[in-house]
T-cell receptor, first 113, second 112 residues
Framework: AQKVTQAQTEISVVEKEDVTLDCVYE???????LFWYKQPPSGELVFLIR??????QNEISGRYSWNFQKSTSSFNFTITASQVVDSAVYFC??????????FGKGTRLHILP | DGGITQSPKYLFRKEGQNVTLSCEQN?????MYWYRQDPGQGLRLIYY???????QKGDIAEGYSVSREKKESFPLTVTSAQKNPTAFYLC???????????FGPGTRLLVL
Protein backbone atom coordinates (compact mmCIF):
# COMPACT_ATOMS: atom_id res chain seq x y z
CA ALA A 1 0.00 0.00 0.00
CA GLN A 2 1.04 3.55 -0.62
CA LYS A 3 1.51 6.03 2.19
CA VAL A 4 2.81 9.58 2.54
CA THR A 5 3.89 10.93 5.91
CA GLN A 6 4.46 14.58 6.65
CA ALA A 7 5.47 14.44 10.28
CA GLN A 8 5.65 18.21 10.73
CA THR A 9 2.12 19.38 11.34
CA GLU A 10 3.03 23.04 11.77
CA ILE A 11 6.25 25.05 11.48
CA SER A 12 6.97 28.68 12.28
CA VAL A 13 10.09 30.50 11.19
CA VAL A 14 11.15 34.12 11.02
CA GLU A 15 11.31 35.72 7.61
CA LYS A 16 14.58 35.16 5.73
CA GLU A 17 15.32 31.92 7.53
CA ASP A 18 15.65 28.70 5.56
CA VAL A 19 13.10 25.98 6.26
CA THR A 20 12.83 22.34 5.22
CA LEU A 21 9.56 20.43 4.97
CA ASP A 22 9.90 16.68 5.32
CA CYS A 23 8.11 14.05 3.28
CA VAL A 24 8.54 10.30 3.71
CA TYR A 25 6.71 7.87 1.47
CA GLU A 26 6.01 4.16 1.26
CA UNK A 27 5.42 2.19 -1.91
CA UNK A 28 6.19 -1.28 -3.17
CA UNK A 29 6.40 -0.13 -6.76
CA UNK A 30 9.59 0.80 -8.57
CA UNK A 31 7.91 3.27 -10.89
CA UNK A 32 6.15 6.13 -9.17
CA UNK A 33 5.81 9.90 -9.08
CA LEU A 34 6.18 12.36 -6.24
CA PHE A 35 4.61 15.80 -6.05
CA TRP A 36 4.58 18.92 -3.92
CA TYR A 37 1.64 21.32 -3.83
CA LYS A 38 1.16 24.64 -2.05
CA GLN A 39 -2.19 25.65 -0.58
CA PRO A 40 -2.26 29.37 0.30
CA PRO A 41 -5.05 30.81 2.47
CA SER A 42 -7.23 31.24 -0.62
CA GLY A 43 -7.57 27.44 -0.72
CA GLU A 44 -6.53 26.54 -4.24
CA LEU A 45 -3.77 23.94 -4.50
CA VAL A 46 -0.86 25.17 -6.59
CA PHE A 47 1.37 22.60 -8.28
CA LEU A 48 5.07 23.04 -7.47
CA ILE A 49 6.93 19.98 -8.73
CA ARG A 50 6.60 16.45 -10.09
CA UNK A 51 9.47 13.98 -9.90
CA UNK A 52 9.61 10.42 -11.21
CA UNK A 53 11.27 7.62 -9.31
CA UNK A 54 14.10 7.22 -11.80
CA UNK A 55 15.31 10.77 -11.47
CA UNK A 56 17.12 11.36 -8.19
CA GLN A 57 18.71 14.62 -9.20
CA ASN A 58 17.95 17.47 -6.86
CA GLU A 59 15.87 20.25 -8.31
CA ILE A 60 16.19 23.97 -7.70
CA SER A 61 13.71 26.62 -8.75
CA GLY A 62 14.53 30.06 -7.43
CA ARG A 63 14.29 29.91 -3.63
CA TYR A 64 12.77 26.42 -3.74
CA SER A 65 14.74 23.19 -3.81
CA TRP A 66 13.85 19.54 -3.53
CA ASN A 67 15.97 16.66 -2.26
CA PHE A 68 14.85 13.22 -3.46
CA GLN A 69 16.53 10.25 -1.78
CA LYS A 70 15.24 6.78 -2.67
CA SER A 71 17.50 5.17 -0.04
CA THR A 72 15.51 6.86 2.72
CA SER A 73 12.20 7.16 0.78
CA SER A 74 12.20 10.88 1.28
CA PHE A 75 11.36 13.86 -0.89
CA ASN A 76 12.09 16.94 1.19
CA PHE A 77 11.36 20.53 0.21
CA THR A 78 13.51 23.48 1.25
CA ILE A 79 12.64 27.15 1.03
CA THR A 80 15.66 29.42 1.18
CA ALA A 81 15.38 32.96 2.54
CA SER A 82 11.71 32.50 3.38
CA GLN A 83 9.19 35.27 2.78
CA VAL A 84 5.81 36.00 4.31
CA VAL A 85 4.16 35.01 1.02
CA ASP A 86 5.47 31.49 1.53
CA SER A 87 3.02 31.05 4.41
CA ALA A 88 0.72 28.23 3.35
CA VAL A 89 -0.03 24.55 3.80
CA TYR A 90 2.27 22.34 1.76
CA PHE A 91 1.27 18.87 0.62
CA CYS A 92 3.47 16.04 -0.55
CA UNK A 93 1.83 13.40 -2.75
CA UNK A 94 2.64 10.05 -4.35
CA UNK A 95 1.21 7.92 -7.13
CA UNK A 96 2.25 4.89 -9.11
CA UNK A 97 1.04 3.23 -12.30
CA UNK A 98 -2.69 2.78 -12.34
CA UNK A 99 -3.37 3.88 -8.79
CA UNK A 100 -4.66 7.20 -7.59
CA UNK A 101 -2.60 9.97 -6.02
CA UNK A 102 -2.17 9.75 -2.24
CA PHE A 103 -1.69 13.04 -0.39
CA GLY A 104 0.02 13.56 2.93
CA LYS A 105 -1.84 15.49 5.62
CA GLY A 106 0.15 18.61 4.93
CA THR A 107 2.51 20.91 6.82
CA ARG A 108 1.26 24.36 7.78
CA LEU A 109 4.09 26.86 7.40
CA HIS A 110 4.02 30.24 9.14
CA ILE A 111 6.59 32.82 8.08
CA LEU A 112 6.76 35.51 10.74
CA PRO A 113 7.71 39.05 9.69
CA ASP B 1 -6.83 32.07 -19.77
CA GLY B 2 -6.90 28.30 -19.39
CA GLY B 3 -7.88 26.93 -16.06
CA ILE B 4 -10.39 25.28 -13.78
CA THR B 5 -13.37 27.10 -12.37
CA GLN B 6 -15.57 26.01 -9.49
CA SER B 7 -18.82 27.54 -8.42
CA PRO B 8 -20.16 28.68 -6.13
CA LYS B 9 -17.38 29.70 -3.78
CA TYR B 10 -19.65 29.14 -0.78
CA LEU B 11 -22.70 26.90 -0.67
CA PHE B 12 -25.23 26.36 2.07
CA ARG B 13 -27.24 23.18 2.36
CA LYS B 14 -30.38 22.56 4.36
CA GLU B 15 -31.19 19.23 5.93
CA GLY B 16 -32.43 16.70 3.39
CA GLN B 17 -31.41 18.82 0.42
CA ASN B 18 -29.29 17.79 -2.54
CA VAL B 19 -26.81 20.37 -3.79
CA THR B 20 -24.62 20.41 -6.88
CA LEU B 21 -21.11 21.81 -7.11
CA SER B 22 -19.91 22.92 -10.50
CA CYS B 23 -16.47 22.22 -12.00
CA GLU B 24 -15.47 23.36 -15.48
CA GLN B 25 -12.10 23.21 -17.20
CA ASN B 26 -10.92 24.63 -20.52
CA UNK B 27 -7.55 22.88 -20.50
CA UNK B 28 -8.76 20.09 -22.80
CA UNK B 29 -7.89 17.58 -20.10
CA UNK B 30 -9.27 14.06 -20.27
CA UNK B 31 -9.22 13.26 -16.55
CA MET B 32 -11.08 15.03 -13.76
CA TYR B 33 -11.28 14.49 -10.02
CA TRP B 34 -13.21 15.54 -6.93
CA TYR B 35 -11.60 15.75 -3.50
CA ARG B 36 -12.88 16.55 -0.06
CA GLN B 37 -10.73 18.37 2.48
CA ASP B 38 -11.60 18.57 6.18
CA PRO B 39 -9.78 20.93 8.59
CA GLY B 40 -6.26 19.78 9.32
CA GLN B 41 -6.60 16.86 6.95
CA GLY B 42 -5.23 15.95 3.59
CA LEU B 43 -7.29 15.43 0.48
CA ARG B 44 -9.59 12.45 0.11
CA LEU B 45 -10.75 11.32 -3.31
CA ILE B 46 -14.51 11.22 -3.86
CA TYR B 47 -14.88 10.38 -7.57
CA TYR B 48 -12.71 10.49 -10.64
CA UNK B 49 -13.17 10.27 -14.37
CA UNK B 50 -10.56 9.06 -16.85
CA UNK B 51 -12.55 10.17 -19.85
CA UNK B 52 -15.92 11.57 -20.83
CA UNK B 53 -18.93 9.34 -20.08
CA UNK B 54 -16.93 7.28 -17.61
CA UNK B 55 -16.28 7.71 -13.89
CA GLN B 56 -15.27 5.64 -10.86
CA LYS B 57 -15.74 5.84 -7.11
CA GLY B 58 -12.88 7.04 -5.00
CA ASP B 59 -12.28 6.41 -1.32
CA ILE B 60 -15.32 8.23 0.06
CA ALA B 61 -18.02 8.10 -2.63
CA GLU B 62 -20.96 7.32 -0.34
CA GLY B 63 -23.48 10.14 -0.33
CA TYR B 64 -22.10 11.72 -3.51
CA SER B 65 -22.84 11.37 -7.22
CA VAL B 66 -21.23 12.72 -10.40
CA SER B 67 -21.73 12.85 -14.14
CA ARG B 68 -19.32 13.38 -17.01
CA GLU B 69 -21.42 14.14 -20.07
CA LYS B 70 -18.99 16.69 -21.45
CA LYS B 71 -15.22 16.70 -21.45
CA GLU B 72 -15.00 20.08 -19.79
CA SER B 73 -17.55 19.54 -17.04
CA PHE B 74 -17.63 17.26 -13.98
CA PRO B 75 -20.38 18.33 -11.55
CA LEU B 76 -20.59 16.81 -8.07
CA THR B 77 -23.91 16.33 -6.28
CA VAL B 78 -23.89 16.07 -2.51
CA THR B 79 -27.01 14.09 -1.66
CA SER B 80 -29.05 14.01 1.52
CA ALA B 81 -27.43 10.63 2.23
CA GLN B 82 -24.17 12.42 3.03
CA LYS B 83 -24.64 13.05 6.74
CA ASN B 84 -21.56 15.17 7.29
CA PRO B 85 -21.12 17.26 4.16
CA THR B 86 -19.48 20.32 5.72
CA ALA B 87 -16.05 20.51 4.07
CA PHE B 88 -13.95 22.19 1.40
CA TYR B 89 -14.40 20.57 -2.02
CA LEU B 90 -11.67 20.72 -4.62
CA CYS B 91 -11.94 19.78 -8.27
CA UNK B 92 -8.87 18.91 -10.32
CA UNK B 93 -8.01 17.85 -13.84
CA UNK B 94 -5.05 16.29 -15.62
CA UNK B 95 -4.18 15.86 -19.27
CA UNK B 96 -4.51 12.12 -18.91
CA UNK B 97 -4.92 9.77 -15.97
CA UNK B 98 -1.96 9.97 -13.56
CA UNK B 99 -0.42 13.07 -15.05
CA UNK B 100 0.00 16.16 -12.90
CA UNK B 101 -3.30 17.37 -11.47
CA UNK B 102 -4.24 21.04 -11.53
CA PHE B 103 -6.79 22.34 -9.08
CA GLY B 104 -9.68 24.74 -9.06
CA PRO B 105 -10.25 27.37 -6.34
CA GLY B 106 -12.61 25.14 -4.33
CA THR B 107 -16.14 25.33 -2.93
CA ARG B 108 -16.84 25.54 0.77
CA LEU B 109 -20.03 23.71 1.72
CA LEU B 110 -21.79 24.52 4.96
CA VAL B 111 -24.88 22.97 6.49
CA LEU B 112 -27.62 25.21 7.86
Amino acid sequence: AQKVTQAQTEISVVEKEDVTLDCVYETRDTTYYLFWYKQPPSGELVFLIRRNSFDEQNEISGRYSWNFQKSTSSFNFTITASQVVDSAVYFCALNHRDDKIIFGKGTRLHILP
Amino acid sequence: DGGITQSPKYLFRKEGQNVTLSCEQNLNHDAMYWYRQDPGQGLRLIYYSHIVNDFQKGDIAEGYSVSREKKESFPLTVTSAQKNPTAFYLCASSAVWQETQYFGPGTRLLVL
